[in-house]
């Protein structure tokens, strides 16, 4: 079997899309086990900024309580911008653990169902690009209604 650039191009993409999928069902089977079985705790607020460039991001950094570490774990989100604009550094805010989880969690007012749906739509795009580069998936041009009718 030769590996042309095309067919080399198709894999990258399929292992691009396989990476995506797979971290988007942990993401999805993590908030599932965080909103149905988790615990809220009392966290902390210790920095909150934006990033700005092509698309503005913000972000919350905070601390919390967890089994792993005596000082407790921190963790960073990014959020909405009205979630954000409520948030202060040193205020306390919720953070969400799914039962298993010992170092990592979540902004309570921060659910990743969201992300997990994006992702998976990234790798669906990733396996179709991967489809038709490999020449396995044609797109054909619709045809004019004009030229139907003509044909009849």
């Known amino acids: ?10 894999l ?25 079985d988790g615990r809220v705790v009392s966290g902390v607020v210790t920095s909150r900024y934006r990033i700005e460039g092509m698309v503005t991001a913000w972000v919350v950094d905070y601390r919390f309580p967890c089994r792993a570490y005596r000082g407790g774990c921190s963790g960073r989100d990014f959020v909405s911008d009205e979630l954000w604009s409520r948030l202060r550094t040193g205020a306390a805010v919720n953070v969400r653990q ?21 992702k998976t739509a990234l790798a669906c795009l990733l396996f179709v690009v991967a489809c038709v580069t490999s020449g396995h998936l044609r797109l054909r041009r619709a045809k004019n209604p004009t030229d139907v009718v003509a044909a009849a």
Not at 1 to 10: D, E, H, V, Y
């Open 1 to 10: 079997m030769k590996w042309s650039g095309p067919r080399a191009l198709a």
């Open 12 to 36: 990258l993409f399929a292992a691009a899309g396989a990476v995506a999928l797979f971290d988007s069902v942990s993401l999805a089977v993590q908030e599932q086990a965080r909103t149905n």
């Open 98 to 118: 799914a039962e298993g989880e010992t170092t990592t969690a979540r902004l309570d007012a921060n659910p990743q169902i969201g992300t997990a749906l994006a």
